[in-house]
């Protein structure tokens, strides 16, 4: 049985996550709150916030719309290999999506590719297509807040740290998101293999939260003026959306407000706290998407709604729901600028289920 106070085996589990010819840096195996917040110290991590908050430019083709689209970080690296993105790429290159150069992963990793998906779900340049649309992805990744798709692989002509970290440390819900063996670790033993966290735990994730949630305003607000449009299209209730949403949008998503330190609750701060209301970005899917996109599931698939809310959780096929048709078709909407049409299928949807019997 795998236990979690053993760090030499979560780094060989680590080191599983990372596709060959990428490796993984040990010293970026963050398992906790209190490893995220050191890792801001980390060489290779400060570099990189430095270079994201003060020189980062992007490059993008002349369009009418360009829009920033975030994702979110996946176990696999590179982010584009994972199931998850490779999905929602392909779904783009569906769409009639094409990249805007010949920027790809290494050949090792093309030769591995599931033949139902193109080549080009591992191209890292901004996407472009017929009606004058550009989307520029953008991961939201703990610890280096914001990670350029171009920049996946290198920066400065020297190797990105986002193909060579693991770094699960923030999941409180998964129940193995502690480092037992450091002398600042308050989590608690539930079962061989979960733990809770205590009040070191809970204290280092606000002040780790709140820092992503800094820089990623601060990258907004200095590249904001490239785009016509900024969504991030991340889980709805999970830490990366947590980043994102201000005070007064977090009921509406379901994230929490604050965490409960000792005898107080401190705040938890999203980048929309920091930005000015023109330039907030977009959380996509809404919950009433991710229950109409539950109601779609079943009704392709000729099941029941829980077999269907089951298939949903898993995301179809080893990704996230973010990955499914049905929400996808959210995004795509968004994407080609049908705000209007999109609210309009909302209603009618809404009204749908309602009188569905």
């Excluded at 994972?82 to 920027?103: K, W």
């Excluded at 080009?120 to 991961?139: A, F, I, Q």
């Excluded at 293999?193 to 002040?207: L, N, S």
């Excluded at 779609?296 to 809310?309: E, K, Q, S, V």
């Amino acid at each position: 049985m795998v236990t979690v106070d053993n760090r030499a085996t979560r780094v060989r589990e680590s080191a599983l996550k990372i596709e060959s010819p990428f490796r993984l840096d040990e010293t970026l195996c963050l398992y906790s709150p209190q490893d995220n917040v050191d890792s801001l110290r980390h060489p290779r991590i400060a570099e990189w916030l430095e270079f994201i908050q003060n020189d980062y430019e992007p490059e993008l083709p002349q369009a009418d719309r360009r829009i920033l689209l975030f994702m979110p970080c996946t176990k696999t690296k590179p982010y584009p290999f994972s199931s998850e993105h490779m999905a929602i790429n392909q779904r783009l290159l569906d769409e009639g999506f094409r990249p805007s150069d010949r920027l790809y992963l290494p050949q090792e990793l093309m030769a591995r590719l599931e033949p139902r998906f193109s080549p080009e779900v591992l191209n890292l340049s901004p996407l472009v297509d017929g009606r004058g649309t550009v989307v520029h992805r953008m991961v939201i990744s703990e610890p280096m807040a914001v990670v350029p798709y171009e920049h996946i692989v290198e920066y400065r002509g020297k190797p990105s740290p986002a193909v060579a970290y693991d770094d699960p440390g923030l999941f409180e819900h998964r129940g193995n998101a502690v480092s037992p063996w450091r002398t600042d670790s308050t989590a608690v033993r539930m079962s061989a293999t979960r733990w809770k966290w205590g009040d070191q735990e809970r204290r280092h994730y606000v002040a780790m939260h709140n820092e992503m949630a800094k820089i990623l305003a601060r990258v907004v607000s200095r590249i904001g003026r490239n785009y016509t449009d900024i969504v991030s299209w991340v889980a709805p209730g999970l830490t990366h959306r947590s980043f994102v949403l201000a005070r007064n949008e977090r009921a509406s998503h379901h994230v929490a407000t604050s965490k409960k330190v000792g005898g107080r609750r401190i705040e938890l701060i999203g980048a929309n706290d920091h930005l000015a209301a023109e330039a907030r970005i977009a959380c996509l899917p809404l919950s009433e998407d991710c229950s109409t996109a539950i109601q779609r599931l079943a009704h392709r698939l000729n099941i029941d709604i829980p077999r269907a809310t089951a298939i949903y959780a898993r995301g179809g096929a080893n990704a996230t729901p973010l990955a499914l048709p049905e929400l996808l078709d959210v995004l795509i909407k968004r994407l080609a600028g049908n705000v209007a049409a999109l609210e309009r299928t909302r209603t009618h949807d809404r009204v749908a289920i309602e009188n569905s019997p």
